[in-house]
């Protein structure tokens, strides 16, 4: 909502000395946010004259324009009192108009210096100025030509005349300040000069006086004929009409720019009137002509396949039923959607001279639902949907009768239509105390009466408790604590005190996320990258992956409205996340990359259908167990993904290539810090390269998959072949974590070492060579671990070699000559008997 | 090589001759000293204290004398051996030095040489500004929750006083699934974790959930469909605005140091009555407005003073009501930041972009910054 400082004074006196600045800041301390303000003439250095423009000689160019050089008298604004030379491409203008001309020396917005300059064959000595080149709107259409009335006060007072060399930032009102605001939903009465200047008074401690405080003729029989069908949707309708309005006579120029500076763009008088009085006062008003209605006017509920064309030239299929569109209709059918756009069928034009006023009272919520469905936001809807002062609708078609014929040189007809009436006003009752309570500042219950007034109250102390009765332009304060809000902000936000609250006995970080945080510094600390990638994924996304039809991971959950219709679907996996990064990454020039990503995945149950329970209390246990079964299962995963080297070549040596072994090594890494002994086999699972998969398990929960990349999916991302990743549940990690690690018991006793060398198929996987080993060789085993493996001619063809390390040692003693080689041997015999390993001499 | 010699007596043995004792000795005196490096003293030591050297030979000859001349002679060169073995330690002692020395120097290596063999890796700054948001607030005693991102609709609305028609739901473009009737949507703010908590909870609640949020915004600079926020709940006997205050101070002085304190604007969300606006003294400027490099405008709060951090109030009874905290005996506070607004003005971060699309470069220089 933008309000010219002028009009805001016009209804409340503030002190002279008051700046823009300040109104602004104190009623952005009352809960009406600043948005911007803006002082038009803060934007130009002058001189910025008015100008006659004596005579105009159109002289076509060779590119087909016609360009205008013209005389102006500036008066003695350019210091010689000669008629000032100036060359202008516009239109719409004719000798002896007068117009707004930037003078050499001048600065206009965006630090455009006006100078005199040759062009088109002449010294072009200054220019005559459009509405946009100072900053004053966005018509462009054509310079401004000022009217008969330029500079005038505004409302009634007579103008003096403007004269060639005049300043034109006065002429213009260029010193007054607009402020915008940013209105919030509970505070639709400030949707209106009305309110502001209201909350000007309130913050400022002066008196306001309501425009639409205004004696309306009573309702008689002689009125319009209007039928409202439905009383909940539009409880109160005023009609008024005029005849004999002048659809030629011009908006006044106080008018047209209080409309310009508001951002409404001046239409025609008729229009201009109805807009004015809804920025005045926050009622919405439609106007009809007359001739073009047939019958009465009736308010009803659209019925099936009924159309409207609108007012913005829309052909639009109302929506029937009673909680359907809420029409304006006569005898042809509809002729407006109620409180939020008229049709174009009686629309004002210029031909209109009698005009019935519509300013009627539409509930919040079918206006709303309507504004939906049509995506039709509306000045009138906006305030609507909102609330709007349900008491106002006579005063406000009363004003728009006024300015009709005040300006339009209509009469007003003595008919008076007034269906219902505004609702009684609500009243709320709370504990004197209550302010003081809930926001802990020291607010007495004076004060707490004394500010409800002061919002329009009428307040009622009885005891300990007081009643008030809410003002209709305040359909927001229903409960108590809405008055506490109103009594609290205008005693000042800023004078609530700071206060710690008394401190609970916490217990600290859930032990989840204190594993999470070690997840993420260990691979931090191993050179993974972590990342963080949109969930939104599409069919080839999977088909990148290569995933087959019937992979699980295909099922998911889908946006009704996706933001790219390309990706409507929910991950189920980050792996399209982080292999995009790891693509990104790499065609940007990062071509070492290891990074890693945690997030939710998102798995349908199948069973999606919340309910929307009720408010009024808690929900019952199976209303609350029907709301976490439809919630689908999002476990959180952990992904990774490395190209390029790990280890960097340089004096040392070579570098290393990422691979395979990076990325289930990195799971390894996790799980060790969590104190979860994962066991890895063989697997053929998408996007991995099927030989290069390690299935991820703790027992028999598979937690996920490590590897190299398929070659293609490697193609599909773009990032080069033999790049690795890894993508398991780590929730399923997380809760394996032990929560206490037992301590080691250890000795002194030595240990006895032992190699072997053990030739096995080259098919055989080594952790079952290991495994056998282990558990051959005894309880006197410490450790074994392969240190080399190896693969050529003298180990036979298929063949490898796999070279384990054992370590022996013995809790209570040292051990005696031969037990170690005999446990070895018993290893050794295990592992042959298992997997046909031989011992190599 | 012999026994005591009885073969001749008296006999005068030339070895142990006192002037041939102090011969000998003063042979290996300068031989030691004359011995360059370890190598030559070596050899010195075997050509003059080793078991074939002259002075070992001459200490065997003592058995050949005549008992009566032994311990003459013994004394002789046992004092001749002993000064030796002295000047060979006492030269092993400066050549060994002087070795170590020499070893040391030659041992230098260019230290200014690179050692960065291994890559480096860094945590996501959101990630590292929700746990340090979440250590506020740990600290305090409060506890961490968190919830679904793929949420009810009652939850995400209903229950915190937005029903279907309420005009505040457009202010959050909100992402629904399929099918209508699932009446689920990606969660627009972190407040349905508020719900959730006081409905599995009783109180007293103190919490604080740092969490993913989702709006239907293209991406650009200031906008992201998936950004992030950090709720916090307070719901116990006699909590007031006051203490809505002092938790909120507390944590801006937790996060940008000291003397940087909030303030309220009245404002307006469904779920809170009163609501406010939570400003935070700009950390730059400290509040003045200016800027430190002589142009007269603090580039963070573009001179106004404050920056906008988040919405806050007083918990609406209508939410206890609807989440099972009866509103007779409780009250409560809630707020609401972002993490990703709060990294942009913390750290000067001025793309959104760079947060979520994955280049590595974005996420580095935080390395493990806790």
């Known amino acids: 909502m933008k309000a010219p400082v002028s009009w805001i004074r016009e209804y409340v006196d503030l002190p002279e000395q008051v700046t823009a600045d300040e109104l602004a800041a104190t009623l952005t301390m009352l809960g009406l946010k600043l948005e911007a303000l803006i002082t038009p003439a803060d934007a130009i250095t002058g001189p910025l004259v008015v100008g006659r423009v004596l005579t105009i000689e159109k002289e076509p160019q060779k590119n087909g324009k016609v360009i205008n050089w013209c005389t102006v008298d500036v008066g003695d604004a350019n210091g010689t009192g000669e008629p000032q030379g100036i060359i202008c491409g516009a239109h719409n203008f004719v000798e002896g108009d007068l117009v707004v001309v930037c003078l050499p020396g001048a600065v206009l917005p965006g630090n455009f210096e006006i100078s005199a300059r040759k062009t088109y064959g002449h010294i072009s000595a200054g220019m005559i100025c459009s509405s946009r080149e100072l900053g004053l709107g966005e018509d462009h259409d054509g310079i401004i030509v000022l009217p008969a009335d330029a500079g005038a006060p505004g409302d009634g007072q007579p103008a003096e005349p403007v004269q060639p060399g005049d300043d034109a930032f006065a002429v213009l009102d260029m010193f007054d300040s607009v402020i915008e605001f940013e209105i919030n939903p509970d505070r639709a009465y400030a949707l209106s000069l009305r309110g502001i200047a209201r909350e000007a008074g309130i913050g400022f401690d002066v008196p306001f006086r309501d425009p639409a405080d205004r004696d309306v003729p009573a309702a008689n029989g002689d009125g319009h004929p209007v039928v409202v069908d439905d009383a909940g949707g539009c409880p109160v309708f005023v009609a008024r009409s005029v005849t004999g309005f002048d659809p030629t006579a011009p908006t006044p120029d106080w008018m047209v720019k209080r409309l310009t500076a508001a951002g409404m763009r001046p239409i025609s008088l008729g229009v201009d009137i109805t807009n004015y009085v809804m920025l005045e006062l926050g009622q919405p008003i439609h106007g009809y002509d007359r001739a073009k209605l047939t019958g009465a006017i009736r308010v009803r509920r659209a019925t099936e396949g009924e159309r409207l064309t609108t007012l913005d030239g829309q052909k639009r299929k109302l929506s029937p039923g009673p909680s359907g569109d809420l029409l304006i209709t006569d005898d042809s059918g509809p002729i407006g959607i109620a409180g939020t756009m008229g049709g174009e069928t009686t629309e004002l034009s210029e031909t209109t001279t009698d005009v019935v006023i519509e300013a009627a009272h539409f509930d919040a919520v079918s206006i709303f639902r309507t504004e939906r469905r049509h995506k039709l936001p509306s000045e009138a809807s906006k305030r609507f949907e909102r609330g709007v002062d349900p008491e106002l609708p006579a005063a406000a078609a009363d004003r728009v009768v006024e300015l009709m014929v005040e300006l339009g040189g209509a009469t007003a007809d003595a008919g008076v239509t007034v269906v219902g009436e505004a609702p009684a006003r609500r009243t709320v009752t709370a504990a004197t105390d209550l302010p003081a309570r809930v926001t802990g500042m020291e607010i007495s219950a004076e004060t707490a009466v004394a500010n409800l007034e002061k919002v329009g109250c009428a307040v009622a102390v009885d005891g300990e408790s007081l009643t008030a009765t809410v003002p209709p332009w305040r359909p927001d304060m229903s409960d108590p604590f809405d008055l506490v809000e109103e009594v609290a902000r205008i005693v000042g936000y800023d004078m609530v005190p700071s206060v710690l609250p008394p401190a609970p006995s916490g217990r600290g970080l859930p032990l989840a996320q204190k594993l999470r945080r070690r997840v993420g510094l260990v691979l931090a600390g191993a050179g993974w990258t972590e990342t963080i990638s949109y969930p939104f994924v599409g069919d080839s996304d999977w088909a990148n992956l290569g995933l087959p039809a019937d992979d699980e991971r295909r099922r998911t959950i889908r946006m009704a409205n996706p933001l790219n219709a390309e990706e409507p679907q929910l991950a189920t996996s980050l792996l399209p996340g982080v292999l995009r990064s790891l693509g990104l990454n790499v065609g940007r020039g990062n071509a070492d990359t290891s990074l890693f990503e945690t997030g939710l995945v998102f798995l349908p149950t199948g069973d999606e259908k919340a309910p929307i329970l009720g408010v009024d209390r808690r929900p019952t246990d199976e209303e609350w167990a029907a709301i976490e079964k439809a919630v689908p299962h999002q476990p959180q995963h952990l992904a990774l993904a490395v190209t390029g080297q790990r280890e960097r070549p340089g004096w040392w040596g070579e570098g290393r290539q990422g691979s395979w072994a990076d990325a289930i090594g990195a799971v390894r890494e996790v799980a060790e810090a969590l104190g ?135 809790p209570d003693r040292t051990l005696k000559e031969g037990e170690a080689g005999a446990a070895r041997d018993a290893a050794v015999a295990l592992a042959a008997e298992r997997t046909g390993a031989v011992q190599r001499a | 090589m012999s026994g005591p010699n009885t073969e001749y007596d008296p006999v005068e043995v030339t070895p142990l001759r006192a002037d041939e004792v102090e011969a000998q000795r003063d042979a290996a005196i300068a031989a030691i000293a004359a011995a360059a490096d370890l190598e030559a003293l070596k050899q010195v030591r075997l050509e003059h204290a080793g078991d074939r050297s002259p002075l070992a030979l001459a200490n065997r000859e003592i058995g050949a004398l005549p008992p009566q001349a032994r311990k003459e002679a013994g004394a002789r060169v046992g004092q001749a051996r002993g000064l030796v073995n002295k000047a060979l330690g006492e030269r092993l002692a400066v050549l060994e030095a002087e070795h170590e020395e020499r070893m040391l120097v030659e041992e230098t290596v260019d230290v200014t040489l690179p050692t960065d063999r291994t890559v480096t890796g860094a945590r996501h700054p959101i990630t590292m500004m929700s746990e340090r948001i979440a250590d506020v607030f740990v600290a305090m005693g409060w506890e961490v929750a968190e919830g679904p991102q793929v949420e009810a609709e009652w939850l995400n609305f209903d229950a915190l006083n937005m029903g279907a028609d309420h005009p505040a739901r457009t202010m959050q473009d909100t992402f629904w699934l399929e099918p209508a009737e699932a009446a689920l949507v990606l969660r627009t703010h972190t407040s349905p974790v508020q719900a959730r908590t006081m409905l599995t909870r009783e109180p007293p609640i103190y919490v604080v959930c740092p969490g993913r949020v989702y709006r239907t915004d293209e991406i650009d600079a200031t906008h992201s469909p998936v950004f992030h926020q950090v709720e916090g709940l307070v719901i116990d006997e006699g909590i007031t605005m006051a203490h809505l205050k002092g938790s909120l101070d507390h944590f801006a002085t937790a996060m940008f140091g000291e003397g940087i304190t909030t303030r309220f604007r009245p404002s307006y969300f469904p779920f809170t009555e009163p609501s406010a606006e939570v400003d935070l003294v700009c950390f730059v400027c400290r509040g003045t407005g200016a800027n430190d490099e002589g142009s007269d405008t603090c580039r963070t709060c573009r001179g106004e003073g404050w920056i906008e951090w988040g919405g806050c109030g007083v918990v609406n009874p209508r939410v206890l009501i609807a989440c099972g905290v009866d509103p007779e005996k409780y009250t409560g506070f809630a707020f609401g930041m972002g993490i990703d607004r709060t990294l942009m003005f913390r750290h000067g971060a001025d793309d959104m972009r760079d947060f979520f699309e994955g280049d590595v470069r974005f996420a580095q220089p935080f390395g493990i910054e806790i």
């Open chain 1, 676 to 810: 979860v002994q994962i066991e890895v086999s063989a697997a053929a699972v998408a996007p991995w390269h099927p030989g290069r998969c390690a299935e991820i398990r703790v027992g028999a929960t598979v937690l996920g998959h490590a590897g190299e990349l398929h070659p293609k999916v490697c193609k599909a991302y773009g990032v080069p072949d033999r790049s690795a990743a890894a993508e398991i549940d780590l929730d399923a990690l997380l809760s394996l974590a032990q929560a206490v690690t037992p301590s080691p018991h250890f000795t002194s006793y030595p240990v006895a070492k032992e190699d072997v060398a053990l030739v096995v198929d080259g098919s055989i996987p080594s952790a079952e060579v290991e495994a056998a080993l282990r558990e051959g060789a005894g309880d006197l085993l410490e450790s074994v671990r392969l240190f080399d493996v190896f693969a050529g001619e003298q180990i036979g063809e298929g063949k490898k070699s796999l070279a384990f390390a054992l370590r022996f040692r013995a």
